[in-house]
């Protein structure tokens, strides 16, 4: 699959999935879209997460550990032995990809702030069951003026 979109421009949830042919955006609702017929799957990625605006089960910690590697949680009802666990787990072997859309908040100015585009990434590792706290390595490192914003000291 070409993916029309420049890494590290910023885009719109709809213009990413309209980008990889998916014709009704609109009905994606969570922060992991997996596009089965591309074997891709897609994790739009919202850094500070309000207490007004997220559940409790869905206030993930995700951040850049450094320009390499970013760990990111699961939905809290993913478990490692769950098809869509061993997705993510296997995804190299089955031949899917990790695309991942980063934004630091929800909201900007603007109404809803738009994700950058920090590449594809690998499995490395996970621990922890529901949800799954993985290590992602990125195909291509975080540019140091994302770092900060992409980093725990940032967003914790």
């Given at each position: 699959?070409?993916?029309?979109?420049?890494?590290?421009?910023?885009?719109?949830?709809?213009?990413?999935?309209?980008?990889?042919?998916?014709?009704?955006?609109?009905?994606?609702?969570?922060?992991?879209?997996?596009?089965?017929?591309k074997?891709?799957?897609?994790?739009?990625?919202?850094?500070?997460?309000?207490?007004?605006?997220?559940?409790?089960?869905?206030?993930?910690?995700?951040?850049?550990?450094?320009?390499?590697?970013?760990?990111?949680?699961?939905?809290?009802?993913?478990?490692?032995?769950?098809?869509?666990?061993?997705?993510?787990?296997?995804?190299?072997?089955?031949?899917?990809k990790?695309?991942?859309?980063?934004?630091?908040?929800?909201?900007?100015?603007?109404?809803?702030?738009?994700?950058?585009?920090?590449?594809?990434?690998?499995?490395?590792?996970?621990?922890?069951?529901?949800?799954?706290?993985?290590?992602?390595?990125?195909?291509?490192?975080?540019?140091?003026?994302y770092?900060?914003?992409?980093?725990k000291?940032?967003?914790?």
């Amino acid at each position: 699959m070409e993916l029309k979109l420049e890494l590290y421009c910023t885009y719109t949830r709809d213009q990413i999935l309209v980008a990889m042919d998916f014709k009704k955006p609109q009905t994606v609702r969570e922060g992991v879209k997996c596009l089965e017929d591309k074997m891709v799957d897609v994790f739009f990625v919202t850094l500070n997460k309000a207490d007004k605006d997220y559940s409790p089960t869905t206030m993930y910690n995700d951040y850049s550990i450094n320009e390499e590697f970013f760990h990111w949680q699961s939905q809290s009802t993913t478990s490692d032995t769950s098809p869509t666990g061993q997705r993510y787990i296997n995804h190299v072997h089955e031949g899917s990809k990790i695309l991942l859309f980063v934004r630091v908040f929800k909201k900007d100015l603007a109404g809803a702030a738009p994700y950058t585009y920090l590449g594809t990434a690998k499995y490395v590792s996970h621990y922890g069951s529901r949800p799954m706290n993985i290590t992602w390595h990125l195909d291509n490192p975080i540019p140091a003026k994302y770092i900060k914003k992409t980093s725990k000291l940032e967003v914790g």
